[in-house]
């Protein structure tokens, strides 16, 4: 009996020794089961990003001309990217040339997302938006999983691919790793270049630090298109084009001159809030005393640029 349990023993060590090193035997039900999981698991991430039309145009943009020129010579070599490439020969030379990524950087409110929405609808294309914040997951392995996804829904629907704060996946890669988290950002950035690598669609960044980009991406973006702060002539456009018709407010030549001279070093976003501001003011007021003057935008002003200024030098402390 004994003698017997020794032989069982001896053949099963000899079994687990000549199978030692080779792959596990997975029955093709199991292996056809983990495709449509995977699949199922794909198509689940593509719901999670929507396709929207654009509404806005490129005409109605305020931004310098040399600005609108970069961009229209962007809009032209993604038109005739077939015509440059595979008649022009530009093919031969820059193999990897297909790739048509846009990175708008600039002051916050510079209309950097009014830029992406506008080449989508020059294009005729629909949009894709996505916030880092969509993609990122506290379980490791679920942002590149989730980047996938997008550049696969993106691709797959024929719309624009606007990563906004893109200087969140687009940033230096981390050289000293301490932890799990610092190993699955950069696994994250990698996924990142490589499907940008691989997408044959247009996609475009938009970013208030461009500073912070991998220099990896750098390389792989066809324009970096500035979207500064307006000028004078600028922020009179953008105060015309931001008070509706129907709004009651009675500006003169005299207060259309303050304002462009009160918001000097504001952008178009905060122009934006003011005109809110300033109507959110004067509805508290009843009767005809309910119209929006010079001295409620000018307030809505001053506002903007005092939380900006306590804001900024917060910012500076804690660094």
Known sequence: MVEKKKTKAKAHKKTAETTAGKERYVP?????????????DRVRRMAIFTIEPPQRK???????????EQLHSLLTRIRYQHVLYDDFGLRDIDPYGGRTAI?????????????????????????LRVNYSEIESKFVGETPKNIQAA?????????LLFFDEADSILGKRLTNISQSTDHAVNV???VMLMALDRFSGVAVFATNLAS???????????GHVEMPLPNAAARRQLWQAQIPARLPADLTEKDWARLVRETEGLAGGDILNSVVLAAATAIQREGPACRVGV???SAAVAAAKKAKREIGVARKRRG
Request: hydrophobic share 35%; net charge negative; charged share 30%.
């Open 295 to 297: 001295e409620d935008f």
């Open 28 to 40: 093709p039900i199991e292996t056809s089961r983990r495709r449509d999981d995977e699949q199922e």
């Open 188 to 190: 994250s950035r990698s």
């Open 151 to 159: 550049f696969a829904r993106a691709q797959a629907e024929n719309a």
């Open 212 to 222: 912070n980009y991998d220099t990896a991406f750098v390389r792989r973006i066809l």
């Open 103 to 127: 990175n708008l950087y600039g002051p916050p409110g510079t209309g950097k997302t009014f830029a992406a929405e506008a080449i989508a609808h020059e294009l005729g294309m629909g949009l």
């Open 58 to 68: 490129l005409a109605d943009l305020v931004i310098p001309d040399a600005t609108r």
